[in-house]
């Protein structure tokens, strides 16, 4: 069976953080301390993946292929602004994870354009050349912004993404 993106349900919610849990372990060895990738569990994801799916303001799709979830993503439109957002994409640390990733982020640029963005911004981790390289291929340009992310004492420095639709 073809893979096949479609709108997230309730039920998908513990997959989707297990997905999250295996991405974050695979995906942020030697970038997070192992202390905090120790802290990496579906109970710890859940509730921010239910609040994005109750939010009227934020789409999270998935990319399922033979009826599991291989990818998701967050992403949503800034209020009145023509900004569209990526929040969060995640897929399988496996062979073919970047061709879901992209496929993903394409479908989300898509859907922000069609209703009526005209931006769409994302943050990565400075650090994490893989994705940002990804993105970039994507048409993606790094707009010079950069912040610190906390996560439980440490820092990550993030830089801000922009694509224009």
């Known amino acids: 069976m073809s893979a ?7 039920e998908d ?6 997905l999250k849990t295996r991405y974050l372990t695979c995906r942020y060895q030697g970038f997070a301390r192992a202390d905090i ?10 509730p921010e993946l239910t609040s994005y799916l109750a939010s009227p303001l934020c789409h999270l799709d998935i990319l399922e292929g033979d009826r599991e979830a291989e990818g998701y993503i967050v992403y949503r439109r ?19 994870c970047a061709e879901d990733t992209s496929r993903l982020i394409q479908h ?6 069609q209703d ?7 943050w990565l981790l400075k650090s994490n ?35 224009y639709l």
């Open 4 to 10: 096949v993106i479609r709108s997230a349900a309730p």
């Open 13 to 18: 919610l513990p997959a989707l953080a297990a």
């Open 37 to 46: 990738l120790r802290k990496a569990c579906p109970d710890r994801y859940l």
């Open 78 to 96: 800034e209020g009145d602004e023509a900004d569209g957002w990526i929040l969060e994409t995640r897929s399988h640390c496996s062979e073919g």
């Open 108 to 113: 989300a640029a898509l859907r922000l354009r």
């Open 116 to 122: 009526g963005c005209t931006v769409v911004r994302t």
């Open 129 to 163: 050349y893989r994705l940002r390289f990804l993105y970039e291929n994507l048409g993606f340009r790094f707009d010079g912004e950069r912040r610190i992310d906390d996560r439980d004492g440490q820092g990550f420095e993030m830089m801000r993404y922009t694509f």
